[in-house]
């Protein structure tokens, strides 16, 4: 089983920064890539990034493409993810999630790709 705790998560004002980690303990998936998703209020969980084990590739959703950057250090068995410029429809829980599958890269922005979830962290970007 994996535990996976987000932290870092806070209220900040338009244009702001923020930096979540996302600390993995048990039974660790060596070579699987991490996800981060995000939760608005009254909306469906949606993908924000996804980041390799080495690191080496990464992809955004859209929407934070050039404000966000995700990194890892596995030797801490933590992700990060990095936010900057923040803005008010940034604002929900964020969710980082590890997984096992062996699948497409493409596939890893979907929420059936991962096995396992964080509690999630509140990110409230004020006006």
């Known amino acids: 089983q994996v535990q996976l705790v987000e932290s870092g998560g806070g209220l900040v004002q338009a244009g702001g920064s923020l930096r979540l980690s996302c600390a993995a303990s048990g039974r660790i998936f060596s070579g699987y890539p991490m996800g981060w998703f995000r939760q608005a209020p009254g909306k469906e969980r949606e993908f924000v990034c996804t980041?390799?084990?080495?690191?080496?590739?990464?992809s955004y959703a859209d929407s934070v493409k050039g404000r966000f950057s995700a990194s890892r250090d596995n030797a801490r068995n933590t992700g990060y993810l990095q936010m900057n410029n923040l803005k008010p429809e940034d604002t929900a829980i964020y969710y980082c999630a590890a997984t096992d599958r062996s699948l497409k890269w493409s596939d890893y922005g979907s929420l059936g790709a991962y096995r396992y979830w964080g509690q999630g962290t509140q990110v409230t970007v004020s006006s």
């Open positions: 980041i390799s084990w080495s690191g080496s590739i990464i």
